[in-house]
């Protein structure tokens, strides 16, 4: 079965970085279209940064010169390296995988809190 597990959340100061990494398994990752997306309190589910399978990435203009989306295929691993962070970067950051071609093929993980507070 498909998993999705984020990791790297945690506090950090106005101006920090962190690394987020997504595990995955069960996935055609090397064929997966992956993302990164974001839930604020009381606010939709938002994208923040997505990778093609050709390494193509597109970001949210408020992260973009920020955020950094990358993939490792050798180990099914995505990650957002997420510099100058600020306040307005708190949230639940989910780990997304989908392949379009397959409308049934979109699964996601259980979510890593990042809390940017001084």
């Known amino acids: 079965q498909v998993q999705l597990v984020e990791s790297g959340g945690g506090l950090v100061q106005p101006g920090g970085s962190l690394r987020l990494s997504c595990a995955t398994a069960?996935?055609?990752?090397?064929?997966?279209?992956m993302g990164w997306y974001r839930q604020a309190p009381g606010k939709q589910r938002e994208l923040v940064a997505v990778?093609?399978?050709?390494?193509?990435?597109t970001y949210a203009d408020s992260v973009k010169g920020r955020f950094i989306i990358s993939r490792d295929n050798a180990k099914n691993t995505v990650y957002l390296q997420m510099n100058s962070l600020k306040a307005e970067d708190t949230a639940v950051y989910y780990c997304?995988?989908?392949?379009?071609?397959?409308?049934?093929?979109?699964?996601w993980g259980q979510g890593t809190q990042v809390t940017v507070s001084s």
């Open positions: 990778i093609g399978s050709g390494g193509s990435t």
């Open positions: 069960g996935t055609i990752f090397s064929s997966s279209i």
């Open positions: 997304n995988a989908r392949r379009p071609i397959f409308k049934d093929y979109n699964y």
